[in-house]
């Protein structure tokens, strides 16, 4: 999915659950969310790779299928 910098809504990189902004050259905090309830989900790091999983019944959510939302601070 895509994502916008909420600061000049150029698209953002996402790495591991975190997004970065080239244009404004800082990482844009994000919440993955569940595809399907649309809660937050947990992200459970292990040895360099991100899994999310989901706590409302759905398991673990591929990672092309979190909804990343940019996180206003
Ligand atoms: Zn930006
Ligand atoms: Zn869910």
Do not use: W
């Amino acid at each position: 999915m895509e994502l916008n910098c909420p600061t000049c809504h150029n698209l953002l990189e996402l790495n591991n659950g975190v997004a970065h902004c080239v244009t404004c050259d800082k990482d844009i905090p994000v919440e993955a969310r569940c595809p399907e309830c649309h809660k937050p989900l947990d992200v459970l790091k292990a040895c360099g790779a991100v899994d999310y999983f989901c706590q409302n019944g759905h398991g673990l959510i591929s990672k092309k299928r979190v909804e990343f939302v940019p996180l206003s601070a």
